[in-house]
């Protein structure tokens, strides 16, 4: 069975573009969340989304924004790029997150540069 | 707030010895314990969880970590360290609940070199 697959692999932008980035999950799972992962650091929870509605928001800025489709592929995008955005942006899946116990699984990410 | 240190950015390590990698967490009841691993350029791996029960728990790839609820201590290790256990390994704790809540937060990590 194929895992969670993001898309594109590598992007560069400019500073001010904007950015999309896209993610389907495990068959089977109606569950993704989107995680920022800074060169060094761990990831930091931006989105999550189970059946196409908002579960839970991390601490980031209004230039991102994410959705979820009826068939619980994702699209994670930014606004108005910052320098800072520079990263590697993970996409991970989980069956449902009702009761918190369920591992997300992780795809191979998208590495956005910023220039 | 919930919150996980590792405190060991870089360890080294010879092939065939032992290896323990720290993790301690900060959060108001028992919570959801996982072990990730991340090597360059890839996504996370999950390598094993904690959720109940047994405090020993088994992994992938010849892992265990034990939690020690007294020491908020989840530390993972492996007997015999192999040249392609070389990666980046992160702990991470989940909330309870689900819902909003169900996201994991990660350490920073601790990279892991073999030496030959």
């Known amino acids: 069975d194929a895992g969670v697959t993001q898309s594109p692999t590598h992007l560069i932008k400019t500073r001010g573009q904007q950015v999309t980035l896209r993610c389907s999950p495990i068959?089977?799972?109606?569950?993704v969340s989107w995680y920022q992962q800074v060169l060094g650091q761990g990831p930091q929870f931006i989105f999550q989304?189970?059946?196409?509605?908002?579960?839970g928001r991390g601490n980031f800025p209004d230039r991102f924004s994410a959705r979820q489709f009826p068939n619980y592929s994702s699209e994670l995008n930014v606004n108005a790029l910052l320098l800072g955005d520079s990263a590697l942006y993970l996409c991970?899946?989980?069956?449902?997150?009702?009761?918190?116990?369920?591992?997300?699984?992780f795809g191979d990410g998208t590495r956005l540069s910023i220039l | 707030a919930q919150s996980v240190t590792q405190p060991d950015i870089h360890i080294t390590v010879s092939e065939g010895a032992s290896l323990e990698l720290r993790c301690n967490y900060s959060?108001?009841?028992?919570?959801?314990l996982f072990w990730y691993v991340q090597s360059p350029g890839q996504g996370l791996q999950l390598l094993l969880k904690y959720f109940s029960g047994d405090t020993l728990v088994q992994g992938i790839k010849g892992f265990e970590a034990e939690f020690k609820r007294s020491q908020s201590s989840f530390n993972l290790r492996k007997p015999s360290v192999h040249w392609s256990d070389a990666a980046e390994y992160f702990c991470?704790?989940?909330?309870?609940?689900?819902?909003?809540?169900?996201?994991?937060?990660f350490g920073k990590g601790t990279k892991l070199s073999v030496k030959p």
């Open positions: 068959s089977g799972h109606k569950s």
């Open positions: 991970a899946s989980s069956i449902d997150p009702g009761t918190g116990n369920q591992p997300q699984h």
């Open positions: 991470a704790v989940g909330a309870r609940g689900g819902g909003s809540q169900g996201n994991l937060i």
């Open positions: 989304y189970y059946e196409k509605e908002e579960r």
């Open positions: 959060y108001g009841a028992t919570p959801y």
